[in-house]
């Protein structure tokens, strides 16, 4: 992690020192590199703060780092879906509500109904990606904003959570428990399964993103949609498979998160699309489409738990202050989103 | 809203075109569905000198709606959309509280007022914020306000201490749960803020100025419109109406709630104004639109009630509505639905609704 984090760094010091002075600063500004590069930056800072700070509490820890994952294994997934969307130019906001949905639907399935958690997981996913295919098919077909159709799914999904249980429903199933608590060695610390099922879902979408074609048309629809269509792409299918995407990624999620609170609540992860999307733009990806990073996403995710860590290890700050430093955090990647944009045009 | 005097012939259709008919008529449909589950769902009584019956609650608990909804029509008729009042109404609330609470007699008019100045300082503090990131650095709307919506929580509860702050105050109380002339006090102050509104819009140039700025904001700017400035307003516009929600809220509660307050408020009042007729593309609005969109949402909310329906499933009914209203508003659906003949003419007309009616509406007001 920290290799990558140096040599983009290095990169980035090249670009800065090229011959023309005056225009170094512009061509730094106009890549589009430096808002991964800025979060990774901030990432190191942060943590080499923290370090400097908490030394003694042990933070120094590699399990203290890889508990960044482990805690965030959910949000990880969920905001690599949203990377896809993002990445087109919508934005999905079904996001938390169908990880929700989701933790609640399987922890019905395998508590009350009893059915072997092996069936649940596909039937789980398989609803997710078919919640977002609808949003999806009707986004494209009838041509109404993703925010309303999402938005309608938001309500759809927190209400299915209602209607399947008031009551959080705790999980005793023994594979959850046994699937949860099984930790891999890494021989500096463990990770857990979540963890793992997060960062081969994430090194998934850096596949597809960045090397397949699906990955291209993503990027071509976001950057400019008349262009693409033009062009010939498949727009409709495009659009409908990254909401599909999303929807898979969201029910993906909320299966890790079920696994790391072992109940299903109706009201567990409400608004979390909103860290989703946060981590997106912090991860660099332009929220018009067409620009960023997937790897900017998990930097996007690592940031957010690590304001969560240190707040944690600070003991005296209280909890929302995550929500303050990530509104600061927020507003300071859209400044410099829009003042890369605003090169780009002139 | 008059409806034009035409011949005969014509008059059901000016009716049924007119841009209030189909959220009129989803209003009294949902109203008349309550009345086979309680028969004297339309009877008003008269208790200890206030009026009492579904009705007026519907119009008090849809106070704060309508308000916040009456704010987002102009931010959306500039073609933006704004979703941190959700946010201004927690802040508004904490920070009146709070500096109510501090006071030694809570009942002191004095002090009432210069806490909800306060309250309200604050929330046009974040629609100028707001609207200085939408118009004059030039960043999408949705993306601006995301900002305090993510960050106006945890201010929110940082000014309770993450505490809900519980307040004793008479004076304050009247604002979201007192009555006046036999009437709750907050529908008097939804009506001063509609008058306001519509007077300022309709009777001014004020209204024309908005709807150019979200029809084209370049081409406003090049006819000489200071749409930016026109921007700003709308946006600050936007949270004071914010604010007098928060108040209204934390007033009928007694208490500010910094996580809960205003919670989803944004998503309902964006619904009211879609409901209402206002297209989300900018460009035409309609106040009065939104003042039932508004009602339906909150009629919809005590028809569940009433019904017996498990309150549960009210998040259900609520996506059901969004879906059916956007499709209808959507002209692609209308003409894969209902055929090629209402392709022709829907389709070049985009907001097809409103445009119909209301070049009329302005001659006739």
């Given at each position: 992690m920290s290799a990558t984090t140096k040599t983009r760094t290095a990169a980035e010091g090249r670009t800065a020192s090229k011959p023309a002075q005056a225009s170094a600063a512009a061509r730094l500004l106009g890549d589009r590199r430096l808002p991964v590069l800025v979060t990774a930056g901030l990432f190191l800072a942060m943590y080499i703060g923290g370090l400097s700070r908490y030394q003694n509490y042990g933070f120094g820890e590699p399990q203290v780092f890889l508990n960044l994952f482990i805690d965030n294994s959910y949000l990880l997934v969920a905001a690599v879906g949203a990377t896809f969307v993002i990445m087109s130019g919508g934005i999905d906001l079904s996001v938390g509500s169908l990880i929700g949905f989701t933790t609640m639907f399987t922890a019905w399935l395998v508590e009350r109904q009893g059915l072997p958690l092996m069936l649940v997981i596909p039937l789980a996913l398989g609803v997710g990606a078919f919640g977002g295919f609808l949003m999806g098919y009707v986004i494209h077909n009838f041509e109404i904003q993703p925010f309303i159709v999402t938005l309608a799914g938001l309500f759809l999904f927190r209400g299915l959570c209602l209607v399947i249980s008031k009551e959080s429903i705790s999980i005793s199933d023994s594979t959850v428990s046994s699937m949860a608590q099984t930790r891999v060695s890494l021989g500096l610390g463990e990770l857990s399964i979540g963890a793992i099922v997060a960062l081969v879902v994430l090194a998934a979408a850096f596949?597809?993103?960045?090397?397949?074609?699906?990955?291209?048309?993503?990027?071509?629809?976001?950057?400019?949609?008349?262009?693409?269509?033009?062009?010939?792409?498949?727009?409709?299918?495009?659009?409908?498979?990254?909401?599909?995407?999303?929807?898979?990624?969201?029910?993906?999620?909320?299966?890790?998160?079920?696994?790391?609170?072992?109940?299903?609540?109706?009201?567990?992860?409400?608004?979390?699309?909103?860290?989703?999307?946060?981590?997106?733009?912090?991860?660099?990806?332009?929220?018009?489409?067409?620009?960023?990073?997937?790897?900017?996403?998990?930097?996007?995710?690592?940031?957010?738990?690590?304001?969560?860590?240190?707040?944690?290890?600070?003991?005296?700050?209280?909890?929302?202050?995550?929500?303050?430093?990530?509104?600061?955090?927020?507003?300071?990647?859209?400044?410099?989103?829009?003042?890369?944009?605003?090169?780009?045009?002139? | 809203m008059s409806t034009p005097a035409v011949t005969t012939p014509s008059r059901w259709r000016a009716l049924t075109h007119h841009h209030l008919f189909w959220p009129v008529a989803v209003l009294i449909a949902l109203l008349l569905v309550n009345v086979p589950f309680t028969p004297d769902f339309f009877a008003i009584r008269m208790t200890d000198g206030h009026l009492y019956g579904s009705l007026v609650s519907i119009v008090l608990f849809g106070s704060p709606l309508i308000l916040v909804a009456v704010g987002m029509t102009l931010v959306i008729a500039t073609g933006g959309i704004d979703l941190s009042v959700g946010a201004v109404v927690a802040i508004t609330g904490a920070l009146t509280c709070s500096y109510i609470s501090d006071q030694a007699d809570q009942n002191a008019l004095s002090a009432v007022f210069l806490a909800m100045g306060i309250g309200l300082v604050a929330a046009v503090v974040c629609g100028l914020w707001n609207g200085f990131l939408v118009a004059r650095m030039g960043i999408q709307p949705i993306i601006a306000t995301l900002i305090i919506m993510v960050a106006g929580r945890g201010v929110a509860q940082l000014i309770t201490d993450g505490q809900i702050i519980t307040i004793n105050s008479e004076p304050y109380k009247l604002i979201g749960g007192g009555y006046w002339?036999?009437?709750?006090?907050?529908?008097?102050?939804?009506?001063?803020?509609?008058?306001?509104?519509?007077?300022?819009?309709?009777?001014?140039?004020?209204?024309?100025?908005?709807?150019?700025?979200?029809?084209?904001?370049?081409?406003?700017?090049?006819?000489?419109?200071?749409?930016?400035?026109?921007?700003?307003?709308?946006?600050?516009?936007?949270?004071?109406?914010?604010?007098?929600?928060?108040?209204?809220?934390?007033?009928?509660?007694?208490?500010?709630?910094?996580?809960?307050?205003?919670?989803?408020?944004?998503?309902?009042?964006?619904?009211?104004?879609?409901?209402?007729?206002?297209?989300?593309?900018?460009?035409?609005?309609?106040?009065?639109?939104?003042?039932?969109?508004?009602?339906?949402?909150?009629?919809?909310?005590?028809?569940?009630?009433?019904?017996?329906?498990?309150?549960?499933?009210?998040?259900?009914?609520k996506a059901a509505v969004v879906i059916v209203v956007c499709l209808l508003q959507s002209p692609k659906f209308r003409a894969k639905v209902f055929g090629a003949k209402g392709a022709r003419t829907t389709a070049p007309a985009e907001p097809a609704t409103p445009a119909d009616a209301a070049p009329k509406m302005e001659v006739s007001r």
């Open positions: 596949y597809i993103l960045h090397y397949t074609r699906f990955g291209r048309r993503v990027y071509a629809i976001g950057g400019n949609e008349q262009s693409a269509l033009l062009m010939g792409l498949p727009l409709g299918g495009t659009k409908i498979a990254v909401y599909t995407v999303s929807g898979f990624c969201s029910a993906l999620a909320g299966l890790l998160f079920m696994l790391y609170i072992q109940s299903g609540d109706p009201l567990h992860a409400v608004g979390m699309e909103l860290d989703a999307i946060a981590a997106v733009v912090i991860g660099g990806t332009l929220l018009t489409g067409g620009s960023g990073y997937v790897l900017g996403t998990l930097f996007g995710v690592l940031v957010l738990g690590l304001i969560k860590s240190i707040i944690q290890f600070e003991g005296t700050l209280s909890s929302w202050w995550t929500k303050i430093a990530t509104g600061v955090l927020l507003c300071a990647f859209i400044l410099i989103q829009r003042a890369m944009t605003a090169r780009k045009q002139t | 002339l036999t009437l709750p006090f907050s529908i008097f102050v939804v009506a001063a803020v509609v008058a306001v509104t519509v007077a300022l819009t309709r009777r001014t140039a004020l209204g024309l100025l908005v709807e150019s700025v979200g029809g084209n904001a370049e081409a406003s700017r090049l006819v000489g419109i200071r749409s930016r400035r026109i921007k700003i307003m709308v946006y600050m516009f936007c949270a004071l109406c914010a604010g007098i929600a928060g108040l209204m809220i934390s007033s009928n509660t007694s208490a500010a709630d910094g996580n809960n307050a205003g919670l989803w408020i944004e998503l309902d009042a964006i619904l009211a104004v879609v409901i209402g007729g206002t297209s989300l593309l900018g460009g035409r609005f309609s106040i009065g639109g939104t003042v039932i969109g508004a009602l339906v949402i909150q009629t919809l909310t005590t028809t569940i009630y009433t019904i017996g329906v498990p309150t549960q499933t009210n998040l259900v009914f």
